[in-house]
Structure formats: C-alpha cells, structure tokens
C-alpha cells in the first residue's frame, strides 16, 4: 500500500489501526452471508478487508476524497462499488433493491444522526453494527429507567434489539480519540407497527427527553397535535 491517508479532523477520523478488533467488528455480520454490506466511512480500509475476505456482498460510502483514492488503489475488486458521498444525503432506496445491512467504523461527529438514517429505512435493514463513542454505544442499549435512557435509546429499540459488545480502547486509534469507543450490534426485532401514529410517537419522545425537569403532566400541557388532513 502505497501512501497513509491523514485522518482529518473536521470529518471525525479515527483510523482503527488494531485487526483484531477489525476482524471482530466484520464478525457481527457473519449471518448476513447473503445479504448485501454497505460500509459507512472504509478511511483506509482495515474493516473493508476482513469484509471482503468473508465473501460479502460490499459497498462503502466515503466522504474524504483522499481516502476514496486509497480504496480506489488498494482494493480493485470493489471497483463500481466504491461511492464518493455523504452517508447521510444518500437515497439507500436507489442503492439496494431489497434488504441490506449496515457496517462501519463510524465518524464520531455524526454517529446518532447514522443511526437515525439508519431508522429510515428500518424495514430493509435487519443488522447494523460497527465501533462509535463508548457513551453513545451505552445510551443506546440503556434500559427504561437508567440514567443514559433517552431519545436514542427510545427510538432505536421500538425496532431493534441492541447488544452491546465490547469496550475498545483510545490506544488502538490513529489519532486517539480522546474518549473511550464501544462495538455494538442492532438486529431487527419483530415490530413491524407501533400501534399508534409514529411521527406523533417521535414527536412525543422528542419532547419528553427534552423537558427532563418537567413532570408528564406538564408535558401534557404541551400542544402536540397530528398533523391536519385534508
């Protein structure tokens, strides 16, 4: 390999430079054989690799356009799988025809805006694993009741199930990141309706989460209504 790509700041980059843990995070989809990988954020590829050698079905979404010429260079066979854009602007209905599953070492500055994408298209994706901040990782598999329980927890687990896997350590990054990072894994539960009116249900969360202080009750005073039909 020909040249390191210099992970940038201002797009949240930390390479993860230990292959075991690499090996382990390609590991969370090895019942997804069939079933095509999109990989969000490859930066140089130490994940992509453990993906490709598994036989998956794999596309990556990168940003950095240093990165993209890296991948380009070094892994040939993902040649027309390789897409210069941003995660969060893509129409993942255009990419995939049927179901697929979600995978990354994702960028720190926008790991909960991932998985709200990643909610989007709920139905289509039945796994979505990968490395973020070991608080985010604990927020998400929180319990009802606990004090990390909040909006993502709420959301998220209506539809999937969320293990938490395993603490990794600042070390094992270039550069280190200055908090701890965590591997989870999200596999679809079998919810397919909520029973109620869902943007009404996100709306209501939204606001409860954020107005800890206040009582239900008072929340109840807040003016939340459906949206008016016509």
């Not at 797009?11 to 090996?23: E, R, T």
């Not at 993906?51 to 993902?78: A, C, M, R």
């Not at 070492?105 to 070991?134: A, R, T, W």
Request: hydrophobic share 35%.
């Amino acid at each position: 390999m020909s040249y390191i790509v210099r992970p940038k700041k201002s797009l949240g980059q930390h390479f993860l430079i230990d292959l075991n843990i690499a090996q382990a995070i390609a590991d969370t989809l090895d019942n997804y054989k069939n079933t095509p990988i999109l990989e969000v954020g490859p930066g140089m590829g130490v994940l992509t690799q453990y993906l490709l050698s598994k036989g998956h079905d794999l596309t990556v979404v990168e940003l950095d356009h240093e990165s993209i010429e890296y991948l380009q260079e070094n892994f040939p066979e993902l040649k027309g799988h390789i897409l210069e854009e941003d995660f969060l602007k893509l129409d993942l209905s255009k990419l995939f025809s049927g179901n697929f599953c979600v995978i990354g070492n994702y960028p720190y500055n926008i790991s909960s805006q991932i998985f709200f994408k990643v909610l989007e298209y709920k139905d289509h994706i039945p796994c979505c694993s990968g490395m973020i901040q070991k608080e985010v990782a604990e927020r998400m598999a929180a319990p009802p009741g606990s004090k990390t329980y909040g909006i993502l927890s709420v959301l998220l687990q209506a539809w999937y199930e969320i293990e938490y896997l395993f603490t990794v350590p600042e070390h094992v990054f270039n550069p280190p990141p200055k908090v701890k990072s965590a591997v989870i894994k999200m596999t679809r539960n079998q919810v397919r309706q909520l029973g109620c009116n869902e943007p009404l249900f996100k709306r209501i969360v939204k606001t409860a989460f954020n107005q800890r202080r206040k009582t239900m009750r008072n929340l109840s005073l807040i003016h939340i209504s459906e949206p008016t039909r016509h």
